[in-house]
């Protein structure tokens, strides 16, 4: 019966854009969709999709070709020619951004007409190149790539301290003038550079980074020769002048006891701060969790423990879904990992903890080499504000995964236990008092917004529970749900 009353006392609005909505938060996304990973034999982008929701990307019809690489025997629309994709981010408008390391290059590719795949005209662009890019920024050897909340693009590159190639260091790149890349002057320049790198080669050899929840930069060294310690270093912006290059930017912020030379290619963190890191080096594979409990600005015996360990394997990637599990790429045998602590006893050790989620052979791509993978960003919906009074008006304002997406907004009496509605997600508000308040389209900054304006009714009062369902037709997905409660 409340629900009959807000559908029809409240003045009720149309589903808009919303013109100065925030930028969500990314780091981590709070809830993530589809998996896209890169593979070097063809250099084709894969799109992993898990319709049934079983947990994996096993099923049929689950493993397709989101971009296919141009080569001399398979022509694309593109025309575009990956080198050696060793890193892939999802920007805030859905674009997956796939850099590499051979051709010095950065790829946008973004699904224009909602058919699941970039190959089609205009979809797969180079946005950024080492070759012609007015800024005068070298990739080098590029490592690892992320975007953070405001949309900026960040690349890890690793050049042996070689000036005749650039530096290492992270490299900060946006497309200014809205023009469809970074190539123009003034949209890239060196957001680090690592200390003491110049100079003999593998001084440095930066090999991944990762932003933590707090904006602060994380990145993996593991130079054999020279001044820098191995380790894993923080570099914080303490000045806010836009880099992390000035005295005391840069800290050495975890020496791991280890023995050989590491390989850390796998940075995840968890919405408390937690960072896990991926080793496949010589001393063995690990996969460790660390934090600074005692925020002393670095990390002391007490505060790391090592989560698990295997005798083979080449662990690259690492990313965090949703739901807690942690995702990693073996490269040998060309397989995705499950991670997850189900005893909570703080490792990976126990029965069910870990499992295969994707197979190259299962999946019918028995010459994939796989290296890097990143999660579209699920759409979100947020209650502005919740509580509210009634007389008042209230938001419903969605993040869609990608611009344009359809958004539709529900409402119902409560939030439930999540019940599988595969392939959309899961419903997550109760399915006998849905109500459907609104439909519409997301701007170009992936929002939409719904007003709706409450009667000065005092049945009206309670907690009710709202989701929004949003994607391109073909790919539609259920949000997070969200409590609107009405107060007198």
Known sequence: MHLHHLLCLGAVGGLTVAANAQVPPTLPWSRTFDLFVSE???????RLRDLNQDGDYLDAGETMVFFTNASPTVPTVSGIQLASTTGLACGLDGTIFAVTSTSDEIAALRDLNGDGDADDAGEATIWFSSAGNA?????????SITVDLLGRVFVLTANGGSPVVGVDGVVMIQDLDADGDAQDAGEASYYLQVPNSSGATNHSNPTEFAFGPDGTLYYGDIGTSGPIARGIYRAADNNFD????????VTLWWVPTFTGVPAWYGFAFDPVGQLYITNHGSGGRSITRVQDLNSDGSVDATEQAVFYTATSGIWWDLVRRSDGALLMIDSSPDTILAFNDLNTDSDFFDAGEVTTVWDKNLAGFPTADLRAMTFMRAPQLLMTPSPVSI???TTWQMTTAEPFDLAVAFGALTIISPIPVPPFGDLEIDPSTLILFGLGVSN??????????????PALIGAYGCQAWCGELSRMFLSNPDSLIITP
Request: with cysteine.
């Open 40 to 46: 070097r034999t063809n250099e084709d982008i894969l």
């Open 135 to 143: 800024s005068g920024i070298l990739l080098g050897s590029a490592q």
């Open 242 to 249: 836009g880099d992390c290059n000035d005295p005391g930017e």
């Open 391 to 393: 007389g008042t008006p």
């Open 444 to 457: 170009i900054a992936c929002q939409a917004q719904f007003t709706l304006t409450l009667a000065n009714d």
